[in-house]
């Protein structure tokens, strides 16, 4: 009710030639609207500039300034219909300077209505994209972080699994050795022998449990290909949607192929997102009886050069690991392509 207080108390202080409650009753009008800003943020502004034509023959008030401000927040909320809110705004500034009781029209009246209904709007779609990049950012510093504690954990099981792993059945193999090379040995020496490669069967043990709930929480199991989708929607933006599309038998792969096609396709839109200034980024997964293609295009300017940082060098030791091949090429006459090819059947033998 502030603004139906501001427009009320300044059009008393400017002598306004009507009745105190006529006054209120046009400033609580005009304001009223904005409480549905959020929910119907068109209809909202609409309802404000109505009134604001209804009062225009009043001299001394208007609340133009409050449907002005109700224009700019419809494109904030409504930024997909922004071609919708810019017409009603320059539509209801034209009627208002046609309703407004001056002399004769001349062409300054008009360019000034025009200009005064575009910066509203102007200013509020531009609000609009600021915070969906700024959202958009957030994401991908979200996306990244996890993708790096990831990618650290699989690092950490594989080094633990190849250096502690080695080394307790290498102790285990020179426990049996030794014990059969000195054949009659003393009983207390027999069963130091049997404590330590009893001791090393059951830290090997340890360790690969440990192993497989460090994979587990790296979400092997959760991560699949259908999570893409999930993905594309937290990254769509309105100048830049991500469109994916489906191909082929839509059919449940490998856990490793699933998580793998994941983290690739992953990677890969954030790549198009943050590097490539696109307009637009199509995702295509197609199921095909041996392997699975995953593809990631956008149509953001392109270079002849590749130049390989650490995501792209990771995303090609992803798809070498699963048997697999990653070609990354730009687009003509525009953009980037990315596509992985995933093997199906070989991952489950």
Known sequence: MLAAAVVFGTGVWQ?????????????????????????????????????????????????????????CSAAYYCSHRV??????????????????????????????AVITGIAPVAVGYAMRLHRDRAEQAARLHQAEASRVVAEERSRIAREVHDAVG????????????ATYALGGIPPAAGTAFRTIDDLAATALAEVRELLETLREDDDLT?????????????????????VLSWHGPVR???????????????EA???AVRHADAGEIRV?????????????????????LVVEGQGIRGMRERAHLLGGTLRITPRHPHGWLVQAALPTERATR
């Open 15 to 71: 002598g306004a030639s009507a009745s105190p409650i006529v006054i209120a009753a046009l400033s609580v009008g005009v304001a009223a609207p904005l409480a549905l800003r959020r929910k119907l943020p068109l209809a909202a502004a609409i309802a404000s500039a109505v009134v604001v034509l209804c009062g225009a023959p009043v001299p001394g008030w208007s609340g133009k300034l409050v449907a002005m401000a109700a224009f």
């Open 83 to 112: 071609a919708l809110v810019f017409a009603a705004s320059v539509s209801w500034l034209l009627a208002y300077a046609l309703v407004l009781p001056v002399g004769p029209l001349d062409t300054a009246l008009f360019s000034d």
């Open 166 to 177: 080695h080394h307790l059945t290498a102790i285990r193999l020179q426990v049996g050795a």
């Open 222 to 242: 959760g991560s699949t290909l259908a999570d893409v989708a999930a993905l594309a929607d937290r990254l769509t933006t309105s100048d830049c949607p991500v």
């Open 252 to 266: 449940t792969l490998p856990p490793l192929v699933e998580h793998g096609g994941y983290r690739l396709a992953q």
């Open 269 to 271: 839109l954030t790549n």
């Open 284 to 304: 295509a997964i197609r199921y095909e009886s041996e392997a699975v293609i995953i593809t990631v295009e956008d149509d953001g300017p392109s270079r002849d």
